[in-house]
């Protein structure tokens, strides 16, 4: 009996760590539609906001990201800017520096930052925006594009802009475009 015991014990320590250790919930299913687009006879650009995607970690920095676009409706031309969310509980880590995988330094502006609760450790909230260019989005459509977002306080957080991402943005711009130029 005291064999039982003990393997019950063991079993029940390696399950509550492998429940908890590293886990991680994500978006789960590819993202299927962009957010929306806002267009008024006021402003000079059309702005195109992508679909979400989110990394949840027990314990670690939630991530939320999505590619917002702007089409200039005179000249057509696209800007983009990857949105990223982050919120976690402690000190600030201050996201101020991005790289994508080919070691290619991005302009990171800092969008908002916001104190939460602070019971049982601050939560704080960072909005950052990486500013994408137009052919390497498109460049990736098929692989996807991780990027690396680090902070002052020495963090780092890798968010893939998914290849169903990146493809249904670029649909609903070229859409759009092509929609502008038949008129």
Not at 3 to 9: D, E, G, I, K
Not at 18 to 26: P, V
Not at 67 to 80: A, E, L, P
Request: net charge positive; hydrophobic share 40%.
């Amino acid at each position: 009996m005291k064999w039982l015991s003990r393997r019950l014990s063991i079993f029940a320590l390696i399950l509550f760590a492998s429940l908890f250790a590293g886990c991680t919930t994500t978006s789960g299913k590819p993202p299927t539609q962009i957010q929306g687009i806002e267009d008024d006879q006021f402003s000079k650009n059309i702005k195109i906001n992508g679909a979400k995607l989110y990394v949840n970690p027990f314990g670690g920095v939630f991530r939320e990201w999505l590619i917002r676009s702007w089409v200039d409706k005179t000249t057509g031309s696209v800007s983009h800017q990857l949105y990223v969310h982050l919120s976690y509980i402690g000190d600030w880590k201050y996201f101020i520096m991005a790289a994508d995988d080919t070691a290619k330094s991005l302009s990171v502006v800092r969008i908002a930052s916001n104190v939460g609760s602070c019971s049982g450790g601050c939560s704080l909230d960072e909005a950052v925006g990486i500013d994408l260019d137009d052919v390497t989005l498109r460049s990736r459509v098929n692989q996807g594009y991780p990027i690396k977002l680090s902070a002052k306080s020495g963090d780092a957080e890798i968010i893939t802009i998914s290849p169903e991402q990146i493809k249904l943005q670029l649909e609903a711009i070229d859409k759009n475009l092509s929609q502008r130029r038949a008129q």
